[in-house]
């Protein structure tokens, strides 16, 4: 079985930094893509950022400039380093992978979700 386990979220201050990581672990063959999304209350979920195995990268127009997407490929981990955040950060972000494990069709895999919240 494939697994995504996140960490990092919790509270900050406006104007703080913020890092989130995200370890995928298992069965696995290949992945093709690691992203980040959110979701805020009331809101759909958004991309947040994303970066495929061969290092390129797209992120939202509310984050760009704030924050980066990298990836240890060799750790099958994404981070999210978080800068200048602002209250509209608000929300719970989901890690998600393009995933092919051996033996089975490759899917989309999704961690449990960290709240990242930034007080007023």
């Known amino acids: 079985q494939v697994q995504l386990v996140e960490s990092g979220g919790g509270l900050v201050q406006p104007g703080g930094s913020l890092r989130l990581s995200c370890a995928a672990s298992g069965s696995i063959a290949t992945i093709s893509a690691m992203s980040w999304y959110r979701q805020a209350p009331g809101k759909q979920r958004e991309l947040v950022a994303a970066?495929?195995?061969?290092?390129?990268?797209n992120y939202a127009d509310s984050v760009k400039g704030r924050f980066t997407i990298s990836r240890d490929n060799a750790k099958n981990t994404v981070y999210l380093q978080m800068n200048t955040l602002k209250p509209e950060d608000t929300a719970v972000y989901y890690c998600?992978?393009?995933?092919?494990?051996?033996?089975?069709?490759?899917?989309?895999?999704w961690g449990q979700g960290t709240q990242v919240t930034v007080s007023s």
């Open positions: 970066k495929t195995s061969g290092g390129s990268t």
């Open positions: 998600n992978a393009r995933i092919k494990p051996f033996d089975i069709p490759a899917s989309d895999y």
